[in-house]
């Protein structure tokens, strides 16, 4: 069975902030603004916790890769029930710069080097919307991916993953070791408890360098411009339908 | 059993029986238990009032003012063209309160936008001699908000500008008809907050807040609305407009008129405008939920190690969290207790503030103080744990009729009332809670049957007032008195001191026209 998985986790804006584009463009303003873990993340976090709590696995390690800040990220994920962390230190331009190329690249040597056989990730962050890290690290490490779950099982050696299509739910068996990305309805992630928040200070997070995982972080990608979507122009309340028609023939939409 | 139902509405409707103190139900229990701080020509003075209790949250009869005519609509359909509603679907929701308890027959909403408006409308009615029942959110919960009879309903819902707001000050100026939350949300894009927080922030208006003193989630940090307000604009019963709206921290320059109108329930005058000093947003903001045996120690390792960053610290008890659980299908974020605490920190500096938090939590676990709990610091989070208090008055409404109670007494005593309540009505009851404000020494006790039921009534009322005033509490902490509770003053409230207010109002509204039959006790009125 599945001895120890990865779960990578993101650390981001959080969701209920008013995203402001910065002055010249290039970006959104993050200094001084609440971050916290990627809401799918956190679904992927309470998966492996939840099938280690089922015995099916031995050890959780939740993975972060940034600046010294997603720390609070990894413990987050360490309250919740992981066993360890490991902090990918990238900060600067790399950090900027860093993207799902990059990051599956890192998770795809962690897997080799951990010898993790599942790894959980979230569908998509909220910041980038990508929905590629996990697809990336799947077939860099040529495993079989179950993308988009919204149930997992395990039988036997393989596992079985309900996924959330267009069309409705597809059931997929995938051999381990593998790769699954969380949907938003495969589970609902636990408070972290104060005991285990005490707990979690005491469990060890690692610090490794992309370099000596032999990956390059070298962008692909330059981002040309920032931009807030264009302001919802106020409609107009008419008194009666005549005014109604005759806004609506204005408008040349009669 | 019918016999004496029908023995107590013979005593409610021959007035001669009211002095017989035999009967009188405060008399069995002179308090010898506590210390005699009132005179004993108190305490029979107190008899007579507890005589009429069985009768005394009902509506008295109506007083002789003028009814509407049509051609006091003309006149109102001329000042406020379009917003003089007659139509009865539109006065439906405006002559119910929100815990659908009281209903008026009101046949006139008055929509006014400005201040000169609304002192045109109460210069014609009180000439006229036509009652007012000014109206903010209508989310108040004493019965003070609708009319009883035909009242003419003066709502503030137009009135919702924005003046003037200082960023350097905090000091915000507005009509009082802005909604609470609008003005949380005009702030916090200018890095401040509003100084009260309630779970009615949605509908109600800040001059209804004002005008009932309302307290709130806040109050133990920022301080009541009596600290914060500085300044108010408000029409008198004639038509006069009061300017006190200053924007100054401080100014002693005669007497502070202003609390007056604060928490007089629309009684002496209908507050137009408002100048509130507010605080900072702070830059971090915990939550706490913790789970725990007992409060009190838990409040005061908090205040200790806590200090200056709490503020806030509700309480609910392991009932509340049955009917969030059953009528709203929210889930306990930690184990099973018999009382839980959410205790929220606001700081400027979040490092400084989460170490606080996270000595203070190890301390209460370490000491099982507190058996389980966990913490937020993400906004949906905080919202999530937040929502667990705040949503405890819709998940009552749920559970059929509520009886609600809002009592202030010391902070050891005050879940006593609760045990003591349930061991009283027994069965009689379906659920009897406790959750507040407990960091405010505020208990908001609630009973729920499945229907209106006049037994379950009496064997609360007067007795719930009673033994408030015994260990000598507030029969309303932040409610208000309203309509249910203005003949319970005098459990609070000296005689002396209610006869001041008579004459305060009779000076300031002659006539009465201004929300009659709320407030003060029917024999002051």
Same mark, same amino acid.
């Given at each position: ?33 609440? &971050? ?50 490991? &902090? ?21 040597? @962690? ?74 309805? @495969? ?68 | ?9 013979? $005593? ?101 936008? %400005? ?119 408000? #029409? ?16 002693? %320059? ?19 405008? #408002? ?7 702070? $830059? ?96 949906? $989070? ?28 010391? #902070? ?114």
């Amino acid at each position: 069975m599945a001895a120890r998985v990865l779960v990578g986790v993101k650390r981001v804006i959080d969701y209920a902030v008013k995203i402001r584009v910065k002055p010249d463009n290039t970006g959104v303003v993050t200094d001084g603004v609440k &971050h916290s873990m990627n809401p799918f993340c956190e679904i992927a976090v309470e998966e492996a916790v939840r099938l280690k709590e089922k015995k099916l696995v031995k050890e959780v390690v939740a993975v972060s890769c940034g600046p010294q800040q997603v720390q609070e990220t990894i413990r987050t994920a360490l309250a919740m029930g992981a066993d360890r962390g490991i &902090h990918v230190e990238v900060s600067g331009k790399d950090y900027d710069s860093l993207g799902p190329l990059q990051v599956s690249k890192i998770l795809a040597a @962690l897997a080799k080097k951990e010898e993790a056989s599942l790894i959980i990730l979230g569908k998509q962050a909220i910041d980038d919307d990508c929905n590629q890290t996990g697809q990336m690290t799947a077939a860099l490490l040529d495993w079989p991916q179950g993308t988009f779950a919204s149930e997992v099982a395990v039988e036997g050696d393989k596992l079985k993953v309900i996924r959330e299509v267009d069309g409705g739910l597809e059931t997929i068996k995938i051999n381990l070791p593998a790769v699954v990305t969380a949907d938003l309805r @495969l589970n609902t992630p636990r408070y972290a408890t104060l005991p285990n928040i005490m707990k979690a200070k005491k469990k060890k997070i690692t610090n490794v360098k992309p370099g000596d995982l032999g990956v390059d972080l070298t962008s692909r990608l330059e981002v040309l411009r920032v931009d807030e979507p264009p302001q919802r122009q106020a409609g107009v309340k008419v008194e009666t339908v005549e005014d109604l028609v005759g806004k609506l023939k204005e408008a040349g939409r009669i | 059993m019918a016999i004496f139902e029908r023995f107590t509405r013979l $005593k409610s409707a021959s007035r001669f029986l009211q002095y017989t103190t035999a009967l009188c139900p405060a008399h069995s229990w002179a308090p010898t238990r506590g210390p005699l701080l009132r005179p004993a020509g108190w305490i029979q003075h107190r008899c007579v009032h507890g005589e009429r209790s069985e009768a005394s949250s009902a509506a008295p009869p109506r007083r002789p003012f003028s009814q509407v005519t049509p051609a006091d609509l003309d006149f109102f359909r001329q000042l406020l063209p379009g917003r003089a509603i007659t139509d009865p679907d539109v006065l439906e929701s405006s002559n119910v309160d929100w815990l659908k308890s009281v209903k008026g027959n009101s046949e006139v909403l008055l929509r006014p936008k %400005t201040t000169d408006e609304v002192s045109r409308i109460l210069s014609y009615c009180n000439q006229r001699n036509l009652a007012v029942s000014p109206q903010g959110g209508n989310t108040g919960l004493v019965g003070g908000s609708v009319p009883v009879f035909d009242e003419i309903i003066l709502s503030t819902a137009l009135m919702n500008q924005i003046l003037t707001f200082d960023s350097i000050s905090g000091i915000l100026t507005c009509q009082a008809g802005c909604v609470l939350e609008s003005l949380s949300q005009y702030l916090e894009e200018q890095d401040f907050i509003m100084p009260l927080d309630l779970g009615a922030k949605g509908s109600c208006h800040i001059g209804g807040n004002v005008s009932t003193n309302a307290g709130g989630l806040r109050l133990l940090r920022y301080g009541s609305l009596r600290g914060t307000v500085l300044g108010l604009e408000v #029409v008198l019963a004639d038509g006069r407009v009061l300017n006190c709206l200053a924007t100054l921290r401080k100014d002693n %320059t005669g007497y502070d008129l202003k609390q007056l109108f604060i928490g007089s329930e629309g009684t002496l005058g209908v507050i137009t405008a #408002v100048s509130i000093l507010c605080p900072r947003k702070p $830059k971090s903001v915990n939550v706490a939920f913790l789970g725990m045996l007992q409060y009190f120690l838990t409040f005061q390792a908090c205040r200790g190690m806590l200090g200056e960053i709490l503020s806030a610290f509700e309480f609910l008890d392991a009932s509340c969290m049955n009917l969030l659980e059953k009528h709203l299908k929210l889930t306990n974020p930690i184990t099973e207790s018999p009382f839980y605490i959410v205790i929220e920190t606001a700081g400027s500096n979040a490092a400084h503030d989460e170490e606080k938090l996270h000595n203070f939590l190890e301390k209460v676990m370490t000491s099982s103080l507190v058996t389980d709990g966990t913490v937020a610091t993400e906004e949906a $989070k905080i919202k999530a744990l937040w929502s667990m208090r705040e949503r405890i008055t819709e998940a009552l409404r749920h559970d059929g009729y509520t009886y609600k109670y809002d009592i202030s007494l010391s #902070v050891e005593k005050i879940y006593d009332l609760v045990t003591h309540m349930r061991e009283r009505l027994g069965d009689r009851a379906q659920n009897v809670v406790g959750y507040g404000h407990i960091g405010d020494g505020n208990l908001h006790l609630n009973i729920t049957s499945p229907s209106k039921d006049p037994a379950l009534l009496a064997a609360i009322e007067p007795y719930v007032y009673e033994w408030t005033s015994q260990y000598q509490g507030s029969i309303s902490a932040e409610h208000g008195l309203g309509l249910k509770k203005r003949n319970y003053i005098y459990y609070s409230k000296t005689p002396e001191a209610v006869t001041l207010m008579g004459n305060i109002k009779a000076m300031l509204d002659p006539k009465g026209i201004l929300n009659p039959y709320k407030t003060l006790p029917d024999d002051i009125c």
